[in-house]
């Protein structure tokens, strides 16, 4: 089984973010299910991406999120993902809930990491997907190549 971690960005861009970022979003994820990826998650991304609506009292926007999540399916969370978490952020000098994020994705063998955040492009650990929302008039990349700081149109 191929798995896809689909990261909090990617979700909260699809759900809060601008129309037009939705049909590049829907895109990408649309082509990694045709490819027979399962696209996963876990609870750090639920944390993520609900902790917002929850404190600003947006049960219609929380309800979106759990929507998403409920079909989406869940990874748990390994015992070690904070040990893990601590040498990726210093090897791939990430943020601590970016590095849980890896460390989860990789713990379960995840072939890609889905995301729009531009700090997972030179990822070494995993293989990123990066949809550049920068520019929605571009072709998604091909789900079967790397994505590398060649491909980021600003260098």
Same mark, same amino acid.
């Given at each position: 089984?191929?798995?896809?971690?689909?990261?909090?960005?990617?979700?909260i861009s699809? #759900?809060?973010?601008?129309?037009?970022?939705q049909?590049?979003?829907?895109?990408?994820?649309?082509n990694?299910?045709?490819?027979?990826?399962?696209?996963?998650?876990?609870?750090?991304?639920?944390l993520?991406?609900? %902790?917002?609506?929850?404190? *600003? *009292?947006?049960?219609?926007?929380?309800?979106?999120?759990?929507?998403i999540l409920?079909?989406?399916?869940?990874?748990?969370?390994? *015992?070690?993902?904070?040990?893990?978490?601590?040498?990726? $952020?210093?090897?791939?000098?990430? *943020? $601590?809930?970016?590095?849980?994020?890896?460390?989860? $994705?990789n713990?379960y063998?995840?072939?890609r990491?889905?995301?729009t955040?531009p700090?997972? %492009?030179s990822?070494?650990?995993?293989?990123?997907?990066? %949809?550049?929302?920068a520019?929605?008039? #571009?072709?998604? #990349?091909? %789900?079967?190549?790397?994505?590398? $700081?060649?491909?980021?149109?600003?260098?």
């Amino acid at each position: 089984m191929k798995l896809a971690y689909v990261d909090a960005c990617v979700w909260i861009s699809l #759900v809060e973010g601008l129309t037009t970022y939705q049909p590049k979003i829907r895109a990408a994820l649309k082509n990694l299910a045709l490819d027979n990826w399962v696209l996963c998650t876990s609870d750090a991304v639920r944390l993520e991406v609900l %902790i917002g609506p929850l404190r *600003k *009292k947006q049960a219609p926007l929380a309800m979106a999120y759990r929507a998403i999540l409920e079909t989406t399916p869940v990874l748990k969370t390994p *015992k070690s993902v904070f040990t893990d978490a601590l040498s990726i $952020a210093e090897s791939e000098r990430l *943020k $601590a809930m970016d590095a849980v994020h890896i460390a989860i $994705a990789n713990h379960y063998g995840c072939g890609r990491f889905v995301t729009t955040d531009p700090h997972f %492009i030179s990822l070494s650990l995993l293989t990123p997907l990066w %949809i550049d929302l920068a520019n929605t008039d #571009v072709p998604e #990349v091909s %789900i079967d190549e790397p994505s590398s $700081a060649d491909d980021d149109p600003a260098s």
